[in-house]
């Protein structure tokens, strides 16, 4: 079985790039709460420090993977290691209202957005480059954009689907080959189940069980949102397809 590991974040590194950062989100489709992004850096050459996870997971058993594949107690034990280890970390979110508004696609490019400023407040320079699970995100406000070279007038084909974006590598099922992909996706989703279940716990939500189904579309959610009705946490776009 393969883990994630630190292979693009060392293609980076060694073009000289230092602060780069994995980047996911969580709660894509949920149909209540917001949308969570993550994001994290690790120091330059983490993997090789002896205080890597490499050198954790064997004393504490701390496993760093898509957070889908992990537990509760893991995910735990992961989000307090990476925010303990880290170089830097950020949350950022979109509501259930900006979800509505803005269509899920431009809210969590938006939560993204947020959760790299966020990480950068804890920095003494920003973010610059960009490693993300499937996809580009566009307009990343502080990330620097790669130098146009022209070689047989042709800009090199690498950066040709981000020029306007800024120095960034989209990574299909990045959360389960990056480290800082996965380690964002960790922070993100227990920040995220968190926020769920405190909110669950409130009289007028807990008969939308949020504390077991986080918000998600299971079948007690859908028939509390068919007695009860929806309410402000909830994505009126998402709850639409309920009969």
């Known amino acids: 079985m393969s883990y994630p590991n630190f292979h693009f974040e060392n293609s980076v590194w060694k073009r000289g790039y230092g602060l780069v950062a994995g980047l996911d989100e969580v709660g894509r489709g949920a149909f209540a709460g917001p949308v969570v992004s993550g994001c994290v850096v690790f120091e330059r050459n983490f993997s090789k420090n002896k205080n890597s996870i490499f050198a954790t997971q064997k ?25 303990e280890n880290a170089l830097t970390w950020g949350i950022g979110e979109a509501s259930a209202r900006e979800i509505d508004k803005l ?59 981000n020029l306007s974006s800024g120095l960034q590598k989209a990574i299909v099922k990045g959360d389960e080959k990056s480290y800082s992909i996965a380690a964002a996706s960790i922070v993100a989703k227990v ?22 189904n986080v918000g998600y579309g299971t079948r007690s959610h859908r028939d509390a949102i068919k007695k009860l009705g929806i309410n402000v946490y909830h994505r009126r776009s998402f709850c639409k397809i309920i009969g």
């Open 59 to 83: 004393l504490n058993g701390i496993k760093i993977d898509d957070s889908k594949k992990l537990s509760a107690k893991q995910r735990e034990e992961a989000s307090n290691w990476i925010k």
């Open 103 to 161: 269509g899920i696609v431009k809210a969590t490019n938006r939560a993204m957005r947020r959760a790299i400023g966020n990480a950068n407040q804890r920095l003494h320079d920003p973010i610059q480059f960009l490693l993300i699970d499937a996809f580009y995100l566009p307009y990343a406000k502080g990330i620097p954009r790669p130098v146009k070279r022209k070689r047989r007038h042709k800009v090199n084909e690498k950066w040709r689907s």
């Open 191 to 212: 920040y995220r189940d968190d926020l769920m279940v405190k909110l669950g716990r409130k009289n007028k939500y807990r008969k939308y069980a949020w504390g077991k």
